[in-house]
């Protein structure tokens, strides 16, 4: 019986001790809920160098790249070069069966003889018909006949000349030839291929002018292509050398756009020097076109201009700055990282200042405030942002919150929120 009695006393104080710490938790809670205050992450103004981009692919071609065929058909019986074979203007790199065509030739040739005996007598024939006829001996239809006889047998040989030179020209066909000094880079027929050129012209060869100076043809957003000139300064990257970098410069923005899928861009052509024979027909490019470059000027970090404190972190006794000129308080910026950038006014492309408000923290501890100002900004890299005027080198400007402890609702019996940015 005692022992009974002695369980349910413990039963009551362990009930009491547990409402007791929940009292005492939610009391220390509600205290600290209302006296913490958010920490802010800050960014020291300073000065360094940026460079405007705007991103693109293209593929890297030959400048002049041209492709050979075949004017007549038949079987591949020589074949001259390779891939990667050196060639030279009107060097013959392949050359079709000549037997047929040389045997059009013999024939062209004996039609031709005849009609050109032809002619012969036809020509005596219209002399002698002529004195007849003056000597009225014979009719003047005889006469006739025998003078459009003799002009028909001139046209024979016209016919027949032409049809020699003709299959002249097939058989000079057979023999397929460079039209230009270069490097073969394709290939697309074998030794005792068939080449049928009946419809179309077969390709046989592409043949790279010359492998030193290539271009790439690259496809850039219509948002971007108004800030690409001609001469402007262009790096990139290619795959197969992920740790160079290249250069080269605009030759041509073509005014043709494409359309896919609704996303309309537009054809910048890039010249590159290639003396080292790195790059090759074909290879994908990264490009960067500089749009604008600044060195020494302050300079704050992207964050900065996205970042909104709640109303009661504001400092009471600040000027208000929140007019945000509107049209730009969203963080023109922000689509950087993408390729894209705001125009705004009639700034040429790289110089497009524009209004934010942004944050910087006063004093420190308990009496930390925030102060909105207003700056103008110019440039940017899609990370940092040049300012051109509302700030200081040295001043702090407020890049997110973080929240520490029991700050903003946190749970006193399950440790501080996570850092939020």
Not at 111 to 130: F, G, I, T
Not at 166 to 186: H, K, Q, W
């Amino acid at each position: 019986m005692a022992a009974k009695k002695s369980g349910g006393w413990l039963k009551w104080i362990i009930l009491l001790l547990i409402l007791g710490a929940a009292i005492g938790g939610g009391v220390w809670y509600f205290q600290h809920k209302k006296t913490d205050a958010p920490q802010y992450e800050t960014f020291t103004v300073a000065r360094g160098d940026l460079t405007q981009v705007v991103t693109a692919t293209g593929i890297l071609n030959p400048v002049v790249n041209v492709t050979v065929g075949s004017q007549v058909s038949g079987i591949i019986n020589k074949l001259n070069v390779d891939y990667n074979s050196i060639v030279k203007s009107n060097e013959v790199i392949a050359e079709i069966d000549p037997s047929t065509y040389r045997a059009a030739v013999e024939q062209a040739d004996a039609d031709l003889a005849n009609a050109k005996a032809n002619l012969e007598l036809q020509q005596v024939e219209a002399s002698r018909s002529a004195e007849l006829y003056t000597n009225k001996l014979i009719s003047g239809s005889d006469y006739d006949t025998a003078v459009a006889t003799l002009h028909e047998a001139e046209a024979t040989v016209k016919i027949k000349q032409a049809v020699l030179d003709t299959a002249e020209a097939n058989l000079g066909y057979c023999a397929i030839r460079s039209p230009v000094d270069g490097v073969v880079i394709s290939r697309s027929i074998d030794l005792g291929q068939t080449v049928a050129s009946s419809f179309n012209t077969p390709t046989l060869f592409q043949i790279a002018n010359d492998l030193t100076k290539m271009q790439i043809d690259s496809s850039v957003a219509e948002a971007d292509v108004g800030g690409i000139l001609e001469g402007q300064a262009v790096d990139f990257t290619v795959d197969t050398y992920p740790y160079n970098n290249f250069s080269g410069s605009v030759i041509q923005v073509r005014n043709q756009p494409t359309n896919a899928n609704n996303v309309v861009t537009y054809d910048c052509v890039v010249g590159v020097t290639n003396a080292d024979y790195k790059l090759k027909p074909g290879m994908t490019a990264n490009l960067s076109f500089v749009i604008a470059q600044r060195t020494n000027v302050l300079n704050i970090p992207n964050s900065a201009l996205r970042f909104h404190p709640a109303d009661a972190a504001l400092s009471t006794n600040s000027a208000a700055a929140t007019n945000e000129n509107s049209t730009t308080a969203n963080d023109v910026n922000s689509g950087a990282h993408s390729g894209k950038h705001t125009h705004h006014g009639n700034h040429a492309p790289g110089e497009r200042p524009v209004f934010h408000t942004i944050y910087v923290l006063t004093g420190a501890g308990e009496t930390a405030n925030l102060t909105p100002v207003q700056i103008k900004t110019g440039i940017s890299d899609g990370i940092n942002t040049e300012v051109l005027s509302g700030l200081n080198e040295g001043d702090k400007v407020v890049t997110g919150t973080v929240f520490t402890g029991t700050a903003a609702g946190a749970n006193p019996f399950g440790g501080g929120i996570p850092r939020m940015r």
